[in-house]
Nanobody
Framework: QVQVAESGGGLVQAGGSLILSCTAS????????MAWYRQAPGKQRELVAT???????VYADPVKGRFTISRDNAKNAVYLQMNSLKPEDTAVYYC?????????WGKGTQVTVSS
């Protein structure tokens, strides 16, 4: 079995910063891709940023220049540094680890940005 766990969410004022962390553990050696998604109330889950093990990172347009994704392959961990946060960034943020086309999801962590 594979477990994915996120941490680091919380309440922050607009313009502030947060860093999210995620670790994949269990029967997973080295995820092909680790990524962050988010889901705001009443909206579909959307990609925030993705980082393949050997490729280029991809960011959604709304977060370009403000968010930075990084990985620690030795720990099967992925991080999301979020700067200049806006109220529209409020959402549950989910981490996913992709291994041989299988997506493993965490339970999510709430990020709330107040205006």
């Amino acid at each position: 079995q594979v477990q994915v766990a996120e941490s680091g969410g919380g309440l922050v004022q607009a313009g502030g910063s947060l860093i999210l962390s995620c670790t994949a553990s269990g029967s997973i050696f080295s995820p092909d891709v680790m990524a962050w998604y988010r889901q705001a109330p009443g909206k579909q889950r959307e990609l925030v940023a993705t980082m393949p093990s050997g490729g280029s990172t991809v960011y959604a347009d709304p977060v370009k220049g403000r968010f930075t994704i990084s990985r620690d392959n030795a720990k099967n961990a992925v991080y999301l540094q979020m700067n200049s946060l806006k109220p529209e960034d409020t959402a549950v943020y989910y981490c996913t680890a992709v291994d041989r086309f299988q997506h493993y999801w965490g339970k999510g962590t709430q990020v709330t940005v107040s205006s």
